[in-house]
């Protein structure tokens, strides 16, 4: 299975400022999710981050919020900005694997809180 | 869109088998998936069911039924560690991508 790293593994941040989250996949991907599971929450999809081309967002979920790179097929970036309390969540990115994408495997998360 | 549904919590005993349901109602289904997830961890991939019938692995199985909009995760001989999240996730081919949707997850206590 695919081996996904993210960073920060966590992060404690000032309302206001912006966070940007790493995610690196030691293999070449077509697909790759960013996710929020807030405090107590299940798992909600923020976008899905396309190489080559704008990530396509989910509803309530906006570019200027959220946005995202995928500069390769292993690796994409998650930005939060201009923070608030309501943004502290884990941020995870998962990755489509199998021929017809049978399996997503997520990685560790970033745990963020804002002050 | 999709309406997934699943105990908020359940408990259990060791050594015992538990039967965790989900429920969902999807216009284009395009697979099932179970995640386990311990307090404080990321999701860790369980099982994917995309045809009718029981999928076994290990001590875990999971079961769909297309036509009821249902799947249940059994887990036998439960063990202390097995106290987590179960998330059940239903990926829609309507929507673009790959992307799943995840029910509300159960908590699952297992007592000794």
């Known amino acids: 299975s695919a081996v996904i790293s993210q960073k920060p593994s966590r992060d404690i941040c000032q309302r206001g400022t912006s966070l940007t989250i790493q995610c690196q996949v030691d293999s070449q991907v077509t697909m790759m999710f960013w996710y929020r599971q807030q405090p107590g929450q299940s798992l909600t999809l923020i976008a899905t981050?396309?190489?080559?081309?704008?990530?396509?967002?989910e509803s309530g979920f906006v570019i200027d919020k959220f946005p995202i790179s995928r500069p390769n097929l292993t690796f994409s970036t998650l930005t939060v900005s201009n923070m608030s309390p309501e943004d502290s969540s884990i941020y995870l990115c998962s990755v489509d694997e199998g021929a017809v994408g049978e399996t997503q495997y997520f990685g560790p998360g970033t745990r963020l809180l804002v002050l | 869109g999709q309406n997934i549904d699943q105990p908020t919590e359940m408990t259990a005993t060791e050594g015992a088998i538990v039967q965790i349901n989900c429920t969902y109602q999807t216009s284009g289904f395009n697979g099932l998936f179970w995640y386990q997830q311990h307090a404080g961890e990321a999701p860790t991939f369980l099982s994917y069911?995309?045809?009718?019938g029981l999928e076994e692995k290990g001590r875990f199985s999971s079961f769909l039924s297309r036509s009821k909009g249902y799947s249940y995760l059994l887990l036998k001989e439960l063990q202390m560690k097995d106290s987590a999240s179960y998330l059940c996730a239903v990926r829609d081919i309507d929507n673009a991508g790959n992307m799943l949707t995840f029910g509300g997850g159960t908590r699952l206590m297992v007592k000794p």
């Open positions: 069911n995309v045809l009718d």
């Open positions: 981050a396309n190489q080559g081309s704008e990530a396509t967002y």
